[in-house]
T-cell receptor, first 115, second 117 residues
Framework: QQQVKQSPQSLIVQKGGISIINCAYENTAFDYFPWYQQFPGKGPALLIAIRPDVSEKKEGRFTISFNKSAKQFSLHIMDSQPGDSATYFCAASKGGSGNTGKLIFGQGTTLQVKP | GAVVSQHPSWVICKSGTSVKIECRSLDFQATTMFWYRQFPKQSLMLMATSNEGSKATYEQGVEKDKFLINHASLTLSTLTVTSAHPEDSSFYIC?????????????FGPGTRLTVT
């Protein structure tokens, strides 16, 4: 019930293409779904996050799509750039609107954007 | 967001010694901080929740006597790895709750690379 499953494990996209990473969760009590970007040797950086009261959120080239009934959410990176090459983690937690609670992370996706 | 620092950024120690890692929240007062461990090419695993003014809450399977956590103030939490062994070599990262565009969010420090020889 605490798992978050992420796919694919790795992804290669041409520059300018769309990168899509998917996550599925089991615990219906989760109410906060962030995506993090991590470069080698660095801490994860918060990219974008969504709460279950909306089905989509967009910030710049990054969009989260959220399907509450299917218990799935995905990250879309539009116009992918070589600088986007990194590892991406989805996560989920429960804690109410005032808290994030403990984050449960997906397995991670290594994205390579080819020039 | 929140700005989080960690010190040191990397440390090498000998087996059997203890190492202290600091996590500071530079712009938020945090009653709660989180400590994660990440092995190479793996995901982040929550080790414990650091609570200001009270005992830390450890995740199942994490030895609380080995990984000592002290939340000394609203801006500082420390993780001490006691009697370190080579299998403790890992990337240790802390996180701090803060406010972002999605409301309450979590922000991570830059991490500390521990190598035990």
């Amino acid at each position: 019930q605490q798992q978050v499953k992420q796919s694919p494990q790795s992804l290669i996209v041409q520059k300018g293409g769309i990168s899509i990473i998917n996550c599925a969760y089991e615990n219906t009590a989760f109410d906060y779904f962030p995506w993090y970007q991590q470069f080698p040797g660095k801490g994860p950086a918060l990219l974008i996050a969504i709460r279950p009261d909306v089905s989509e959120k967009k910030e710049g080239r990054f969009t989260i799509s959220f399907n509450k009934s299917a218990k799935q959410f995905s990250l879309h990176i539009m116009d992918s750039q070589p600088g986007d090459s990194a590892t991406y983690f989805c996560a989920a937690s429960k804690g109410g609107s005032g808290n994030t609670g403990k984050l449960i992370f997906g397995q991670g996706t290594t994205l390579q954007v080819k020039p | 967001g929140a700005v989080v620092s960690q010190h040191p950024s990397w440390v090498i120690c000998k087996s059997g010694t203890s190492v202290k890692i600091e996590c500071r929240s530079l712009d938020f007062q945090a009653t709660t901080m989180f400590w994660y461990r990440q092995f190479p090419k793996q995901s982040l695993m929550l080790m414990a929740t650091s609570n200001e003014g009270s005992k830390a809450t450890y995740e199942q399977g994490v030895e609380k006597d080995k990984f000592l956590i002290n939340h000394a103030s609203l801006t500082l939490s420390t993780l001490t790895v006691t009697s370190a062994h080579p299998e403790d070599s890992s990337f240790y990262i802390c996180s701090v709750p803060g406010w972002g565009t999605s409301g309450r969010s979590q922000y991570f420090g830059p991490g500390t690379r521990l190598t035990v020889t």
